[in-house]
Nanobody, 126 residues
């Protein structure tokens, strides 16, 4: 079992930066593929970014490429999502998710992830 806790969400202005954290307990996150999803009010949950297990590649949805960066700190058992140049459209609850056995081609599917955090609210507004 892996327990995930997100933090770092808050109200920011357009153009600001924010770093979200996904801290894990129970097992080492380095062996898991970890993803960030988000859900805005009235919309379906959508994929944002992921970092594949065991030092694998990062991946991003098109709308955040060049603005968001996903990274790991294995010593802290934490995955981060650095979000730069935030836009009002980035407003959502952000969730981290992890899975031990997910295959590369499935990394964008929320149904493939076994472990989820409770979410952290990011609001981008002037």
């Amino acid at each position: 079992q892996v327990q995930l806790v997100e933090s770092g969400g808050r109200l920011v202005q357009p153009g600001d930066s924010l770093r979200l954290s996904c801290a894990a307990s129970g097992r080492s996150l380095s062996r898991h593929t970890v993803a960030w999803f988000r859900q805005a009010p009235g919309k379906e949950r959508e994929y944002v970014s992921s970092i594949f297990r065991n030092g694998g590649s990062a991946d991003y949805r098109d709308s955040v490429k060049g603005r968001f960066i996903i990274s790991r700190d294995n010593a802290k058992n934490t995955v981060y999502l650095q979000m730069n140049d935030l836009e009002p459209e980035d407003t959502a609850v952000y969730y981290c998710a992890a899975d031990l056995n997910l295959i590369l081609s499935s990394r964008r599917r929320s149904s493939e992830y076994d472990y989820w955090g409770q979410g952290t609210q990011v609001t981008v507004s002037s």
